[in-house]
């Protein structure tokens, strides 16, 4: 069973809705900043889904750490071999979001014309994966400090409105992955509103370690 938290406008009839795709941190701990983005979308007449991808895995708090490195690897440097155990698991938690969006587009007050994907880091990379597929019908793109795979840049065809925000000092996804993407959007004729942040780091994380991904919003 994969967990998904809802968030509703109080208006009747069907809204444009945002599911929020997270990153490589649990959904548990940072709990209150999503929460508080989730609230100001729906605020704003969206309903927002956060699917809780993990569970199809079963990874939890503890698994997250030594999959940084990797997943570093497997998203960013091409130059390295695939590691399998890292691209099963890449491929499930995709799943487990194509199956999300399927259930979030039979909801009676979901307007199934208008889904839009916003991703946090690696969740920035899954939602422009999953925008990549005709299939999907995504509405737009909203990727945080995340890039296109590399493969899937190689062979993709169309793509929906995309805004890429990321920071010049980041040392977790490079910015290099922006520009990239403002590249590839040129090339082929994407939509792209590409941000660059100078001297922000991942994720606007604070000078502490806090994050501050709520004040970006």
Request: positive net charge.
């Amino acid at each position: 069973k994969i967990k998904l938290s809802r968030y509703e406008p109080c208006a009747d009839g069907k809204h444009p809705t945002i599911v929020l795709v997270h990153g490589l941190q649990s959904v548990e701990s940072s709990k209150s900043a999503l929460d508080a983005i989730c609230q100001k979308y729906a605020a704003r007449g969206y309903v927002v889904f956060l699917i809780h991808y993990f569970d199809r895995t079963k990874t939890s708090e503890k698994d997250i750490e030594p999959l940084l490195a990797k997943f570093k690897d497997f998203l960013v440097n091409d130059k390295k071999p695939r590691d399998e155990a890292t691209c099963k698991k890449y491929s499930a938690w995709l799943d487990a979001l194509r199956d999300g969006l399927t259930h979030i587009r039979t909801q009676p007050n979901v307007d199934r014309e208008r889904v839009a994907l916003v991703g946090l880091s690696l969740g920035g990379f899954m939602s422009l994966t999953l925008a990549a597929e005709e299939d999907q019908k995504i509405a737009a793109v909203v990727s945080y400090f995340g890039g296109m795979p590399k493969d899937v840049a190689a062979r993709v065809k169309t793509l929906p409105p995309i805004q890429a925000i990321h920071g010049d000092k980041d040392l977790v996804v490079p910015v290099s992955e922006a520009h990239a993407l403002k590249k590839l959007a040129k090339a082929k004729n994407f939509s792209l509103d590409s941000h660059i942040f100078p001297n922000a780091g991942h994720v606007f994380v604070g000078p502490k370690g806090e994050f501050q991904m709520l004040d970006a919003w």
